[in-house]
């Protein structure tokens, strides 16, 4: 809103079924040709077309999403948003994110309520803690913010912590990434979407993508349910329906698709300030600003494009929180929700061209696709607007399975998203 309103006004709208607020962005129908196309309302498609009219004044550019803005997975997650990774490449890649996070409310003019609370990888054994040294070592050479913690300095960030030596998963230690934290799901979309059609950007929902014009094996636009719209370059960025589109322009991605749930508990008194990861059951929680304890743990180990969860995940997920936080065992699950996640073999993003010049990659963040928005949609520009790899994308091409230069980050990937 451009302005301020009081509560009056507020109750006003209400009671006028809110006819009265301005739309933050248009809702144009699409034009015949664009300079360039994305595919997926997301964070990442969103954060591309921003960045392309911003860094590159590429500004004739449309966003195409098959239902309405963010509500894929960037509406479908748990918000932590970290760099705790272990290989240089993925370090790069998702530090930029993080630091592009760190000053987007700043940039976009859109308060995305970015907390930096810090995550905690709780360690239960001297063979986790092992595992802990090494990624501590490993985020500091890279250039990462990484401390090792003992049990009393794990004792001092999550004090509502089982700390029993006799518990199932007694606390040993764990690294500490200060500035790792949470963000806003659905502000980080908007933001960008407002900043983005403000640029000059089309974003249209609705509007599905059924197949891809190619002519002389080059990729010149898409055919949609509102018709052909022609394009000199187009971005895929439509998570778990990347491969299915990508069939459609006649290659294969080597990509399964599973589902990834959470729950959020009552609201109750703050109890936790920052994000706690449990390694020896792969449950990770944290509190909102409302008081909610949001929480998950792992993928479902089912391949599926189903939206919903199953109760052996949702009893092995409380388990694990449970055991780690007995005090919350008599607080009521509010709700649960899943989202449907792109992996690929080596639990790293897919960035680059496809197969099929003209079409760019952005998929496969598998259960990381939250927390590097900024740098997907960063790094996904620069290839539209250049035609060529910038150097941190360039490691996550396709080709590196030909090559065997696999990034495998399945351990710092597959949980705490």
């Not at 109760?311 to 388990?319: C, D, K, L, Y």
Request: aromatic letters at 8%.
């Amino acid at each position: 809103m451009s302005k301020r309103y009081s509560a009056l006004a507020l109750a006003v709208e209400g009671l006028r079924g809110h006819s009265g607020w301005r739309p933050v962005w248009r809702c144009p129908r699409p034009q015949p040709a664009y300079d360039a196309v994305i595919i997926g309302g997301g964070g990442h498609g969103l954060a591309a077309a921003y960045y392309l009219a911003k860094l590159h004044g590429v500004r004739r550019v449309a966003v195409l999403e098959k239902g309405w803005l963010g509500g894929g997975n960037t509406g479908r997650n748990t918000t932590v948003v970290r760099s705790n990774y272990f290989y240089p490449e993925s370090v790069a890649l998702y530090d930029l994110a993080l630091r592009l996070y760190e000053g987007l409310s700043r940039d976009l003019n859109y308060n995305i309520m970015l907390s930096q609370r810090g995550i905690i990888n709780v360690a239960h054994s001297d063979a986790e803690m092992e595992i802990c040294a090494r990624l501590a070592n490993a985020m500091q050479i890279n250039g990462v913010d990484a401390e090792l913690f003992g049990p009393e300095q794990v004792r001092r960030v999550a004090p509502a912590m089982n700390f029993d030596p006799q518990a199932r998963y007694p606390v040993f230690g764990g690294v500490w990434h200060k500035r790792g934290g949470t963000a806003r799901h659905d502000g980080v979309a908007w933001g960008y979407a407002r900043a983005a059609d403000a640029l000059g950007v089309d974003i249209i929902q609705n509007c599905a993508v059924e197949d891809f014009l190619i002519e002389g094996g080059v990729c010149k636009g898409v055919i949609t349910a509102e018709g052909t719209i022609r394009a000199e370059r187009v971005g895929l960025a439509a998570a778990s329906h990347s491969a299915t589109l990508a069939a459609k322009a006649g290659f294969e991605l080597p990509m399964r698709v599973f589902t990834l749930q959470a729950m959020v508990s009552e609201p109750v008194k703050p109890v936790l300030d920052t994000v706690v990861l449990t390694l020896g059951t792969g449950t990770y929680v944290s509190q909102s600003d409302k008081g909610e304890c949001v929480f998950g743990g792992g993928i479902d180990r089912v391949t599926s494009f189903a939206q919903r969860g199953n109760p052996p995940v949702h009893e092995f997920v409380v388990a694990g929180l449970l055991d780690a936080f007995p005090g919350l065992g008599q607080l009521k699950l509010m709700r649960q929700w899943a989202g449907i996640v792109d992996v690929v073999p080596d639990s790293s993003p897919l960035i680059g061209p496809s197969p099929v010049p003209g079409l760019f990659l952005d998929c496969g963040w598998g259960t990381g696709g939250f927390k590097a928005i900024p740098a997907g949609g960063w790094l996904l520009a620069h290839l539209i607007a250049k035609g060529e790899h910038h150097p941190i994308s360039r490691p996550f091409d396709l080709d590196r399975f030909a090559r065997g230069a696999l990034i495998d980050e399945a351990a710092g990937s597959g949980i705490a998203h």
